[in-house]
């Protein structure tokens, strides 16, 4: 029987985990709750196949436990989710196809983005997490891309649908192109919201062939925070996917950012 989650937080390395140790929020309060990990899973899946150890992240903890539990981590995963960033986050009211919000995703995501930032941790950002990374570096969102771009690519999934994919151009001399070894590449797409205007410090590193961003990577100071629209935890035989997952726990385990 799989233990709750507040009594998987132990977070201390040990001579038998020596791998770097990367943090995942849970995708939403209500799927925590309901112990629902079937999409949550392929995260924790992605990071062990890159040789990181995974350590679930609970949200709606007391500031100062997920302060604690943040420090002891080397790096964070900020996976997908069916919630949508509040728009007020970006000064904007929701529009209709807009879906509700997990305030408790939110302020978890926030808070360890506030303490990779400031202690210098790789982020990967996925989907959800790289809007929410956008927003935290004060850059807006499309709040329903089939609504409000004009294109023919089919960037959200809809269950019971063979999942959609399609090319997107990566930007030269971008961590994206290094880790590709190209300039083009196929990813699959589940999302109806995307990033509009860049957030600071944001370079757009791939767009679909429709203009929408696919990847963004934080330029300030030497910090690895990279974010993609795409699912790369999904993709485990996709070249660049699973780069970026051994890029990230390659980049913690380099950096000893934890004593």
């Known amino acids: 029987?799989?233990?709750?989650?507040?009594?998987?937080?132990?977070?201390?390395?040990?001579?038998?985990?020596?791998?770097?140790?990367?943090?995942?929020?849970?995708?939403?309060?209500?799927?925590?709750?309901?112990?629902?990990?079937?999409?949550?899973?392929?995260y924790i899946e992605a990071i062990r196949?890159?040789?990181?150890?995974?350590?679930?992240?609970?949200l709606q903890l007391p500031k100062d436990k997920l302060v604690s539990i943040a420090a002891s981590l080397d790096a964070f995963v900020l996976p997908g989710s069916p919630a949508d960033v509040n728009p007020s986050r970006y000064h904007e009211v929701p529009r209709p196809k807009c879906a509700p919000a997990d305030a408790g995703r939110e302020e978890t995501d926030i808070a360890l983005l506030e303490h990779a930032f400031n202690q210098h941790k790789p982020v990967l950002a996925i989907c959800y997490g790289v809007q929410l990374l956008n927003v935290f570096l004060g850059g807006t969102l499309i709040q329903d891309v089939p609504s409000e771009v004009r294109t023919t690519i089919t960037h959200s999934w809809q269950r019971g649908t063979?999942?959609?994919?399609?090319?997107?151009?990566?930007?030269?001399?971008?961590?994206?192109?290094?880790?590709?070894?190209?300039?083009?590449?196929?990813?699959?797409?589940?999302?109806?919201?995307?990033?509009?205007?860049?957030?600071?410090?944001?370079?757009?590193?791939?767009?679909?062939?429709?203009?929408?961003?696919?990847a963004v990577e934080w330029i300030g100071q030497s910090d690895w925070v990279t974010g993609v629209q795409w699912h790369p935890e999904r993709m485990p035989s996709h070249e660049l996917s699973t780069a970026l997952f051994r890029e990230l726990v390659g980049v913690a385990r380099g950096a000893q950012v934890r004593s």
């Open 162 to 214: 063979p999942e959609p994919f399609h090319p997107i151009r990566i930007e030269a001399n971008s961590r994206l192109e290094q880790l590709a070894g190209a300039k083009d590449t196929t990813v699959n797409s589940s999302h109806h919201q995307a990033i509009l205007e860049p957030g600071n410090g944001l370079r757009v590193t791939a767009r679909a062939a429709d203009g929408v961003i696919e």
């Open 49 to 58: 196949r890159a040789g990181g150890e995974p350590k679930e992240i609970p």
């Open 1 to 42: 029987m799989t233990p709750p989650a507040e009594e998987r937080l132990d977070a201390r390395r040990t001579p038998e985990s020596p791998s770097p140790l990367v943090g995942v929020p849970y995708r939403t309060v209500d799927e925590q709750v309901r112990g629902f990990r079937d999409r949550y899973d392929w």
